[in-house]
């Protein structure tokens, strides 16, 4: 994308929000794994992963629990101008995500990356 911020004009990549970095299914089936609401019993429709895979999709999201809270404190001080009270809190931002909106792996995925983060692949 190109930036129109102030006449900027630098070249600016930008992930869309259905798609996840270095995985084959949309956002939407790995939400619904680390949600719970796609399980292994629903493996055997050919659109769903194995259950090999669901259990690495959990360990990648336990892995980054962290890394991902991190990530969504400093982008709200840096980019959203909350008060440094959020880097101290022990809210858990992802936690709050998870809780209020279906589409939790999406916004905090776009966030992370378009804003130049990076998460530990599976």
Do not use: Q
Not at 11 to 36: Q, W
Not at 83 to 88: A, I, N, S, T
Request: a negative charge.
């Amino acid at each position: 994308m190109k930036c129109t911020n102030n006449g900027c004009g630098r070249l600016h990549n930008a992930l869309p929000d259905c798609l996840v970095p270095y995985k084959h299914y949309a956002c939407e089936d790995i939400a619904g794994v680390l949600d719970e609401i796609i399980t292994p019993d629903d493996a055997e429709d050919e659109d769903y992963p194995c259950e090999a895979t669901m259990l690495r999709w959990k360990h990648w999201l336990m892995a980054n629990h962290l890394r991902i809270d991190g990530y969504l404190k400093s982008i709200g001080h840096r980019l959203l101008g909350l008060g440094e009270e959020l880097l101290c809190s022990n809210v858990s931002l992802l936690g709050t995500l998870r809780s209020s909106n279906s589409r939790w792996l999406e916004a905090i995925l776009r966030m992370i990356y378009n804003s130049g983060g990076f998460l530990e692949p599976a």
